[in-house]
């Protein structure tokens, strides 16, 4: 039986070895398709709103997705037929959370 040195011995060191985290996968949605999204702002009754669409995830994933947009931007969401949607300007903002997440965009 081998010992936990020579087990060791076979995993990355580093991130850029190949490990699992070492690439980080684009996001798919239900068809198997890399995930496109679009964000951008727009004025509804002389407030602006930032709407990130083309999801196609699961509920759960959205659910986190704007817990954790409602967090790092500090403003009020909401989920809209798989769209979130933010109080104020934060287009470039979201864009960057979401990037982290593993999300490209159209």
């Given at each position: 039986?081998?010992?936990?040195d020579e087990l060791a011995k076979l995993l990355p060191t580093t991130p850029s070895e190949g490990g699992p985290g070492s690439k980080q996968e684009?996001?798919?949605?239900?068809?198997?398709?890399?995930?496109?999204?679009?964000?951008?702002?727009?004025?509804?009754?002389?407030?602006?709103?930032?709407?990130?669409?083309?999801?196609?995830?699961?509920?759960?994933?959205?659910?986190?997705?704007?817990?954790?947009?409602?967090?790092?931007?500090?403003?009020?969401?909401?989920?809209?037929?798989?769209?979130?949607?933010?109080?104020?300007?934060?287009?470039?903002?979201?864009?960057?959370?979401?990037?982290?997440?593993?999300?490209?965009?159209?």
């Amino acid at each position: 039986m081998p010992g936990l040195d020579e087990l060791a011995k076979l995993l990355p060191t580093t991130p850029s070895e190949g490990g699992p985290g070492s690439k980080q996968e684009a996001r798919r949605g239900y068809n198997g398709e890399v995930l496109r999204l679009k964000v951008f702002s727009q004025k509804r009754k002389g407030k602006m709103f930032t709407i990130a669409q083309g999801f196609q995830s699961h509920p759960m994933e959205l659910n986190r997705l704007l817990d954790l947009g409602r967090k790092k931007l500090g403003a009020g969401g909401q989920l809209v037929d798989q769209t979130l949607e933010f109080q104020g300007d934060h287009t470039a903002r979201l864009k960057e959370i979401l990037k982290a997440e593993g999300y490209r965009f159209a």
